[in-house]
Structures are given as structure tokens and as C-alpha cells.
């Protein structure tokens, strides 16, 4: 005796051995034996041969008319047996009957299994939308066939060219446009984003990163709708002073500028004029609600993203041959020593003399031309105070940080300025720590320190960095942190230190602003109209928020820099340059701040310079591959190249990829090398963040 039995959902045929109770040993046609429960027969013959029945009925089940079948069922339910004398005209022989079974089996949507060997026809609406889907399915497939050879022909099918972003970027894996994609490119042994560029579907690989950050960060699109600019509130005074600025040439969110007076005592008087945008923008407004949503301007070679409107910007910018709007620190100084007698913080109109340039002034402008006083530029005498008061205000952050048992800042860094015009880059090194940096930096750092000790002594909250030992014991890593309050900056030497100086372009500066003309209008009232009170939970999301997106903008912008030091290598056509060690397989060209690793390299001391034989780069990746064809020996000094190795962040950057107030930058960049980033509830001293900042998140001022 032969049967026709379900195992598993599949249908097997087999000889019966024995029976034993309720089971069958059975032994099928490749010759395996198994057990067979009785009640899962659904036939028992003689003949044909097992296997020669089975190809019977898969026979019978192809030539098996579905739809005439499902007509003969009717609505009740039904054993196949029955349905089979219906069908045929006759009661079935074995081979149609197990025919029968199998086409009801695989034919699901007509008809719904009831039990062993008992079905029900499936209700005429639900069988023509199942039938309707499949036929749906069918066109679509033969629509993502189209696209797919469309792509493998190198043409981007039309209807795929508004969804090219969410494509590559957020795309539904379930849609047949993501299929026909991704089918396209394995079958062509390539990715999707370099198959959207051989199609025309992304222009180049600058357009590709920079429709990812676009597309992740500003979804809504980069511009900004019509605004009409905000005037200050209130008449403010004319300070009777002539103020420049020292910024690079491709710098336009002005936000700092410097006078010097001698007054008749032999005292000098020093003014730090900050951008006043505080006093137009209020909490809350429409203006408000454009910087919050951006949280700082957005900074790449060759081009930006600004926190605020251009009609903004223009209006607060400190612009050359204009009175601007300004919140002004004045530090009265004796030449003698360079000690500070005292402090006035007021806002006020600032008569804007000069913008002063980097790119005109570092060859005139340099440590022996202020020692000797040789040379002629704008603003020389002025220059020449303020460099002394720098050096003042170095050396007292330097013992400050010695104080703490930190070493001293390395002095020996380069900077790299990235200008990229017509899609040609030019990357030009300059020395970090160059006078006009420094002059910059170190005054910068004081009004960052004094405006954090006025918000403490009035008993107002700010947004601070402070820098000390983590938790874990005197030999914890120093760690970085964003608090409400005063706290020491170790790595700078300072015992405060408030973001306040860049409201232009970065929004924490901003609301520091807001808190600093409340305690310079109003002194020890001030905690009663400051717009954030202690423990303020505004305040509190404010700093999260921004951290987070200041992270994302440096990455975006490194992902720049570094695309652009690719293209450099091409424009150049470099084949072999020369590299630096920062440690163990890390290297850094000398030309350029690009930075690479080459697994297996043999061991190389720390510092020296190799020179690599530069096999391929790929801009999209970002990634270089090359050979090191010899080494050269090591530098007596590896200190600078420790710290860079440590430096895990290049200084925020302005227009052209550098850093408006680069001095500060750098300077803040070095001492929060090592730093994680975490909010810090006041009270509580309690991480309030969701999550620390990435290691990675620019450290600039």
C-alpha cells in the first residue's frame, strides 16, 4: 500500500512498511524512512508508484482552471474528495485527487484551508482584491525592470529624479524605486550614491555630502524668507572712540572689534566691541525662533550657512565706516605692568574705523616688526598696546594652567585656511599664534572671563564652559563641560569662561548677550529681568540642542575640508608628498590638514616626516590610499605633534573653512584637546544632557 500524506506543509508520497497504532513507517522514494501519523493521510492507493503518482498530480494541478474551480465550490465548505466528484464528473482516481489537493494547497487567496483536507472558497470581494494586488504587483514589477535597465544604461528613469535625495538618504527599502536602485547597482557592482552620480542624478561628490547634510539637518532648505531686520531698542550713546576689526578677507558676521585711548592719568584705556544683535532680537520673536532652530552658523571651504538672515547680519555686522550697534567692554590698564585697574560693560553705538584683514596684514604684522616698531600699517600704534597687553594676558593664563599642573600650550601648531574659488582650491598654511591671532585670542578669552565673572557677581545665569579633573580620582581625564554657572577653565587658565563674543554666529553667545545687557543695565536687580532665571529648563535645552548641532555642523564641516584636501591632491596632480607621524599608523600630510591611516605601516617614531607614494583617493568615501617609500629622522620635539594627535576637532570654522576669531579658536581648541562634553545641572551637579557630545565637537570660542 502506497500514501499520499502532509508533512510540514508539503505533500510526500511513500510505500507503507508497517503499521503500528495510529502511525505509519514509510518509506519514500529517495529511500528515507520515515513515521507517518495516520492522520495526516489524505490518500491511501495501490497504484500508480508512489513517485509516479506524485508527478501525476502536480500534472493535474497545472492544468487545473482556478477560477472554474472556485465557481464549482460554492460557499460552503468542503473536502477535496467531494469537490474532486464535482469537478471531474466522477469520483477522482488517486492521481487526480492528489492533483486536486495540491492546487487547492497553492491557491491561497481562492480558497482558505479549513482543516486536513477541508478548504472554503474565499468570499468573491476578498478574491478579486487579492487578484487586483497580484496584478498590481505584476505592473510594478515590470515598471522597477524598466528603471532598472534605464539605470544599468546610464539614464536616470525620469520618475526617480525628484526622489534622488530620499533615495540615497532616507529611502523606503520596500518601494520599487529603492529596489530598482539598489538592484541597478549590484548588478553593476557599484553603490547607489556612485551610481546617482554616473546617472546625473547628484552632480559631483561635493554636491553629494552636501545634499546629505542638507537633507539630514535642513530639511526645510537653507534659506531664509523675507525679514525685515530688528532695530535696536532704545537710544543708545555714541562711544567716542575709532574701533577696527581683525578678522580674514572672506569673514561678514563681523562680531568683534578692539580701540585703544590713552587717557591723560598715563592709563590705557582698552574697548572689546562685540556685536550687539541682543539688543534688537528678543526671546521668543520670529528673528529668535530662526537662530534657535539653527543654533550657529554652519561653516565649509568656500561657502556658509548663516545662523541669522542676511538682513540680520548686515544690520548688527560691524562694517567698516559705520556707527553699529555694540555691547562694549572697557578695561582701563597701567602700561607699567599691563594690570588691569577695572571694568565697564555698557552697550552703545561704536564708530567702526577700519576692517582690518589677516591676508593684508601677516607679512607687516609680526613679532619683530611690534618689538622693533619698523614697518607702516593701519592702526600700528593701537596694534602695538595691544600686543604688549596679549603677552600679559598669555603669561598669566600660562601659570594659571601651570597651577593646575597642566603643561604649556605648544606654540609650534600650523593652521591651514581653505579659500575655494570657481571650484579651485587654494589651502595656505599659517603659523598658529601669530600676533593678530593672539591679539585676538587673548583679548577674546579676557571679555569671555570678565562677562562670565559680571553674570556671577549679579547673580544671573549664563551658558559657561568650564574645564577640570572628571570623576575617577586625580588621574581621571580632564573633561569638558557646558554649565550654567561659574566654573574654572582649566586648559585656558581662567576661573570663568562665557561664551559671549560671537552673537552673530553662535547662538549661546547670543543668550549670554541678552543676560549681559541685563546686568550692565540693571547691576544687582538684574536676576529679576534676565530673561533666563537659575535652573531654567529653556535654558537647560538650549545647550543640549546646541551641542548637538554644533557637533553635526563640525562634522560636516571636516567632511569638507577634507573633500577639498582630496581635490587639492588632483588639482596639484600630487603623486608623492611628504607626511608627519602623529602616532602609530596616523599621519598627516605637511601640506595639507589632511589626515590618514595606513594599516601595517612598520613602527615610525612619533613626529618624524615620511614620504608617501599617493596610489589612489576616492572623494566620495573620502578616503586615500598610499605606500610610505622612506622616513626621514624624527624631530628633538614632539610635543606639538602629541597635542595634535590629541585634537580630535580643528578650530570652528568661519568663511573659507577657518575660524573668525582663529586665535581664540586655536587657543581653546588645545586646552579642551582631551575634553568630553556634558550640561550640568547647578544645583544638583547632575549631567542633564541625553547624551554627552561626541569627542569629536569643535572647541572653539
Not at 474551480?69 to 477522482?92: Q, R
Not at 609650534?412 to 589651502?427: A, G, H, L, W
Request: one cysteine or more; a negative charge.
Amino acid at each position: 500500500m502506497n500514501v499520499f500524506f502532509e508533512e510540514s506543509g508539503d505533500f510526500k508520497v511513500g510505500s507503507v512498511l508497517s503499521q503500528a497504532g495510529e502511525a505509519y513507517q514509510v518509506e519514500m522514494p529517495s529511500g528515507k524512512r520515515t513515521k507517518v501519523k495516520t492522520k495526516d493521510v489524505m490518500l491511501q492507493f495501490e497504484k500508480p508508484a508512489p513517485a509516479e503518482l506524485l508527478e501525476q498530480a502536480k500534472a493535474i494541478a497545472a492544468d487545473i482552471d482556478l477560477e472554474f474551480l472556485w465557481e464549482v465550490a460554492g460557499e460552503d465548505e468542503f473536502g477535496f474528495a467531494e469537490l474532486g466528484a464535482e469537478y471531474f464528473g466522477h469520483a477522482p482516481l488517486p492521481f487526480e485527487a492528489a492533483g486536486l489537493v495540491l492546487a487547492l494547497h497553492n491557491a491561497p487567496i481562492y480558497f482558505y484551508k479549513k482543516g486536513r483536507g477541508r478548504y472554503k472558497a474565499a468570499p468573491e470581494q476578498s478574491l478579486r482584491a487579492a487578484l487586483a494586488g497580484i496584478e498590481k504587483k505584476k505592473q510594478q514589477a515590470l515598471v522597477q525592470a524598466s528603471y532598472v535597465d534605464e539605470l544599468k544604461a546610464g539614464r536616470l528613469p525620469a520618475a526617480l529624479q525628484p526622489l534622488v535625495q530620499q533615495l540615497l538618504f532616507k529611502p523606503d527599502k520596500n518601494g520599487i524605486e529603492f529596489k530598482a536602485l539598489d538592484t541597478a547597482a549590484s548588478e553593476l557592482q557599484t553603490t547607489p550614491q556612485r551610481l546617482m552620480l554616473s546617472t546625473g542624478g547628484i552632480a559631483s561628490a561635493k554636491d553629494l555630502h552636501m545634499a546629505r547634510f542638507l537633507f539630514e539637518n535642513f530639511p526645510r532648505g537653507a534659506g531664509f524668507a523675507p525679514v525685515t531686520a530688528p532695530a535696536p531698542v532704545g537710544e543708545l550713546p555714541l562711544a567716542k572712540v575709532a574701533a577696527f576689526s581683525i578678522d580674514d578677507v572672506t569673514t561678514t558676521e563681523i562680531d568683534d572689534a578692539f580701540s585703544v585711548e590713552k587717557l591723560d592719568d598715563g592709563t590705557v584705556r582698552v574697548g572689546i566691541h562685540i556685536a550687539a544683535p541682543g539688543l534688537g532680537i528678543r526671546p521668543d520673536d520670529a528673528i529668535d525662533k530662526i537662530a534657535r532652530a539653527r543654533m550657529s552658523t554652519v561653516y565649509m571651504p568656500g561657502d556658509k550657512i548663516t545662523m541669522l538672515p542676511d538682513e540680520v547680519v548686515n544690520a548688527f555686522t560691524l562694517a567698516e565706516g559705520t556707527d553699529c550697534p555694540a555691547l562694549s567692554l572697557y578695561a582701563t590698564l597701567d602700561p607699567a605692568g599691563w594690570t588691569v585697574l577695572s571694568t565697564t560693560t555698557r552697550a552703545e553705538r561704536v564708530p567702526i574705523k577700519s576692517n582690518l584683514r589677516h591676508n593684508d596684514l601677516d607679512q607687516l604684522v609680526n613679532e619683530e616688526t611690534l618689538e622693533s616698531g619698523e614697518g607702516e600699517y593701519p592702526h600700528k600704534d593701537e596694534l602695538g598696546l595691544l600686543w604688549q597687553w596679549a603677552l600679559q594676558l598669555e603669561a598669566g593664563r600660562m601659570k594659571k594652567r601651570e597651577a593646575f599642573g597642566l603643561k604649556p600650550e605648544q606654540a609650534n601648531r600650523v593652521d591651514f585656511n581653505f579659500y575655494v574659488e570657481d571650484d579651485v582650491v587654494s589651502i595656505v598654511r599659517r603659523k598658529r599664534g601669530a600676533p593678530l591671532d593672539k591679539i585676538v585670542a587673548e583679548l577674546m578669552i579676557f571679555a569671555n572671563s570678565t562677562w562670565g565673572k559680571l553674570l556671577h557677581d549679579c547673580g544671573v545665569p549664563g551658558i559657561y564652559r568650564s574645564q577640570g579633573p572628571g570623576a575617577g580620582g586625580w588621574n581621571a581625564k580632564i573633561q569638558v563641560r557646558m554649565v550654567t554657572h561659574a566654573a574654572p577653565h582649566q586648559g585656558l587658565g581662567v576661573d570663568q569662561y562665557a561664551w559671549s563674543t560671537s552673537p552673530l554666529r553662535r547662538y549661546t553667545d547670543l543668550v549670554n548677550q541678552w543676560q549681559i545687557l541685563a546686568c550692565a543695565s540693571n547691576g544687582v536687580t538684574a536676576p529679576l529681568v534676565a530673561p533666563f532665571k537659575h535652573r531654567d529648563a529653556t535654558l537647560f535645552s538650549i545647550v543640549s540642542a546646541f551641542d548637538a548641532a554644533y557637533a553635526a555642523y563640525n562634522d560636516f564641516q571636516q567632511n569638507m575640508e577634507r573633500y577639498w584636501c582630496l581635490r587639492w591632491l588632483g588639482q596639484e596632480q600630487a603623486r608623492q608628498v611628504d607626511a608627519v607621524v602623529l602616532k602609530d599608523e596616523v599621519l598627516r600630510l605637511v601640506e595639507i590638514p589632511l589626515v590618514i591611516r595606513m594599516p601595517g605601516m612598520p613602527s615610525v617614531p612619533r613626529g618624524a616626516q615620511v614620504r608617501l607614494d599617493i596610489v589612489r583617493w576616492d572623494e566620495v568615501d573620502l578616503t586615500l590610499e598610499a605606500r610610505l617609500l622612506e622616513v626621514a629622522a624624527a624631530p628633538a620635539d614632539t610635543g606639538a605633534f602629541e597635542e595634535e594627535e590629541e585634537e580630535s576637532a580643528p578650530a570652528e570654522g568661519a568663511e573659507g573653512g577657518q575660524d573668525a576669531d582663529s586665535g581664540e579658536a586655536a587657543a581653546q581648541e588645545a586646552a579642551e584637546a582631551e575634553g568630553a562634553v556634558t550640561v550640568v545641572d547647578p544645583e544638583t551637579q547632575t549631567d542633564v544632557t541625553a547624551e554627552p557630545a561626541p569627542p569629536q565637537a569643535p572647541q572653539a570660542a
